[in-house]
């Protein structure tokens, strides 16, 4: 009589075959999180400048309204206290916010730079484990089929 095939065994011998390379999944996960730390470092900076130049303005503000508040001897006096006033709120805002272009600037360029490095990154560890996966999976296919027959 003839003896069946089992099956179960082989697809066993062949799932063990196939590797499982959890040291690649650990490397993805740390790498993931260090630029997840490089991101918001670099977050917390600009929002860290974009406070200290919002507090600036403010207080330049502030200083500025203390001309407004002085009593004036002529009602002409007052339009020109609201007048410098106006000038120098649009000057305070012009330098602010370019003070905040140049943080975001920074902050962009910082991210864009962080990110093709991952990319980089990314690609290599990837080139290297697609051939390694290439590699094991070709070598547990002939084993597997070895096996069979």
């Known amino acids: 009589m003839q003896k069946t ?3 179960t065994k082989a697809f066993q011998e062949m ?6 390379d959890a040291k690649s999944f650990q490397d993805s996960f740390k790498n993931s999180a260090l630029l997840g730390e490089k991101v918001a470092k670099v977050a917390l900076e600009a929002a860290d400048k974009s406070n200290e130049i919002s507090s600036k303005w403010a207080k330049d503000a502030i200083a500025k309204v203390s001309g407004l508040t002085k009593a004036q001897n002529e009602p002409s006096d007052y339009t020109k206290a609201v007048s410098d006033f106006a000038s120098a ?8 916010l370019a003070a905040f272009a140049e ?5 962009q360029m910082e991210t864009v730079e962080l990110m ?3 990319g980089k990154n990314f690609s290599e560890d990837t080139a290297a484990a697609v051939k390694k996966a290439q590699a ?5 296919a002939k084993k597997a089929t ?4």
């Open 103 to 107: 943080v975001a600037k920074k902050a």
């Open 146 to 149: 070895a096996s069979v027959k």
């Open 116 to 118: 093709l490095a991952a």
């Open 89 to 96: 709120a649009a000057e305070i805002a012009s330098e602010n």
């Open 5 to 7: 095939q089992d099956y």
């Open 136 to 140: 094991d999976v070709t070598a547990a």
């Open 15 to 20: 799932a063990a075959a196939f590797p499982f």
